[in-house]
């Protein structure tokens, strides 16, 4: 009797591994390639702020939920930036700060 949880091959499955992989490789390369110049790291830097990254959340109950999940945003994008290119982004945020003031 077949095993009724046997996995079905699915003849797709290592394209679509492969797709995937090249997208992964594609987004990073966008990443780095943002990252690379002044103007990139200003813009990404333009973004993050208007998300609210690390600002500090005080205000009604209604806004801090909005303001916690542009936060949270932010952070991912922090996240995802880091991992590809951390130096990048700590030259972004040491110029973000010499612009701010």
């Not at 600002?55 to 995802?80: F, M, W």
């Amino acid at each position: 009797m077949a095993n009724p949880f046997m996995k079905i091959p699915n003849p797709n499955e290592e394209r679509d591994k492969q797709e995937a992989e090249l997208q992964r490789m594609q987004h990073e390369n966008m990443i780095k390639r943002q990252m690379e110049t002044p103007q990139g790291r200003m813009f990404v830097w333009h973004v993050l702020g208007k998300l609210g990254y690390r600002q500090n959340i005080t205000a009604t109950n209604a806004s801090v939920y909005g303001a916690c999940a542009k936060q949270t945003v932010a952070n991912d994008i922090e996240r995802e930036i880091k991992k590809v290119c951390p130096s990048e982004f700590l030259r972004m945020e040491q110029e973000g700060a010499n612009n701010d003031g």
